[in-house]
């Protein structure tokens, strides 16, 4: 009996969906300037959308995510 174990993104591949980034995306844009970083965690935590690394959001964590290319590259996308 085999058991088959998710594959792992390749090297500098990304962690999520394209869906997932762009639902991310557009909640903290949409928030972004209207909201403490500590309030859009709170917020991404409630709808139960974990960071791509499966975790909880935190301050740290939103920080490096906005700093991330997954984050700056659809920001230029998203209409103003």
């Known amino acids: 009996m085999s ?17 997932y980034y762009a639902s991310v995306n557009q909640i903290v844009a949409t928030l972004r300037g209207r909201a403490t970083q500590r309030t859009i965690c709170a917020h ?4 139960n959308i974990l960071t ?4 909880t959001w935190n301050v740290v964590r939103l920080t490096n995510y906005l700093q991330s290319t997954a984050y700056t590259v659809a920001a230029k996308s998203l209409p103003n």
């Open 3 to 19: 058991i088959a174990l998710p594959r792992a993104p390749g090297f500098g591949a990304p962690l999520q969906t394209d869906a």
């Open 44 to 47: 991404l935590n409630a709808l």
């Open 52 to 55: 791509p690394t499966g975790l």
